[in-house]
């Protein structure tokens, strides 16, 4: 597939932070509930969500063993060829900073964000990468690798480019190849779609994002990804159990966040 590229635009480095630090101010969350996301069939219960976010259908599957980290990414993952892009904003987003610059993507059964300004600007097969070093990109970015890692049918060359090195990684890398194994695809009335987020807090090098996923059967589900700014993108760091998240709640409504969906509303 041929890389597609956004417009340049300068992208600027800013140090500094608002909100707090990373990860502060969301606590674990644990509700009794079977949630699908991205395709993947997650159970938790109580205290903090623990789960194997690939693991089909029991949640604490073992792995199958991944090559180790060396640590660097792949040549492929450079961001060296990556285009400026026009988003430098460092302030938090609301609808509004994203009204007439975001297109909805089929990917699969989902729909993920496309921006002109804040990136993917190149999307190459299932990969999709370069994202502005702003708060816009990193909600971008998270939105698309959370779903793009478990589901795509390269799904590994989606996990080294979009995915932050290290043992995370290759334990979660490890779960996504078991669930392939088992050969599982959740029911079409499962998936969820993107319906709104929060920043909850971002400093040059981190992102955290509350993300809230509508389910046709459950309603809202709101759960917590953290993007790395590293090798000049975003990427999504995984947990120390390899998993996309350990904090989640039902919601039910989306009062107090920014409401970003497909349907516009």
């Not at 609301?94 to 009204?99: G, L, P």
């Not at 190849?177 to 909850?200: C, D, E, K, M, W």
Request: glycine share 10%; net charge neutral.
């Amino acid at each position: 597939m041929t890389d597609h590229q956004a417009p340049p635009a300068e992208p600027k480095d800013r140090t500094g932070g608002w909100w707090g630090s990373p990860g502060t101010a969301f606590a674990a969350v644990g509700v009794l509930s079977v949630v699908a996301l991205a395709g993947v069939w997650v159970g938790f219960s109580g205290g903090s969500s623990k789960h194997s976010p690939a693991a089909l259908p029991a949640p604490n599957a073992t792995p199958t063993a991944a090559a180790p980290s060396s640590g660097a990414l792949p040549s492929t993952a450079s961001s060296s060829d990556c285009p400026q892009l026009a988003d430098t904003s460092q302030a938090q987003p609301d609808q509004r900073s994203f009204a007439g610059d975001v297109t909805w993507a089929a990917f699969g059964s989902y729909q993920l964000p496309v921006s002109k300004q804040s990136g993917p600007a190149v999307v190459s097969g299932d990969v999709a990468r370069c994202y502005a070093h702003t708060p816009r990109g990193a909600v971008i970015a998270l939105m698309n690798s959370s779903v793009r890692s478990a589901n795509a049918t390269d799904w590994r060359s989606v996990v080294e480019q979009e995915v932050l090195p290290g043992p995370e990684r290759d334990t979660y890398s490890g779960f996504v190849a078991a669930s392939r194994g088992n050969g599982a695809t959740p029911p079409q009335a499962s998936l969820a779609q993107y319906a709104g987020f929060n920043v909850v807090s971002y400093t040059s090098d981190t992102a955290v994002v509350d993300v809230v996923l509508s389910f046709p059967a459950s309603g809202y589900k709101s759960i917590l990804l953290t993007a790395v700014w590293s090798n000049g993108d975003w990427r999504q760091k995984m947990t120390t159990d390899g998993q996309q998240s350990s904090s989640y709640r039902a919601l039910n409504t989306l009062a107090g966040y920014i409401p970003f969906s497909p349907t516009g509303s």
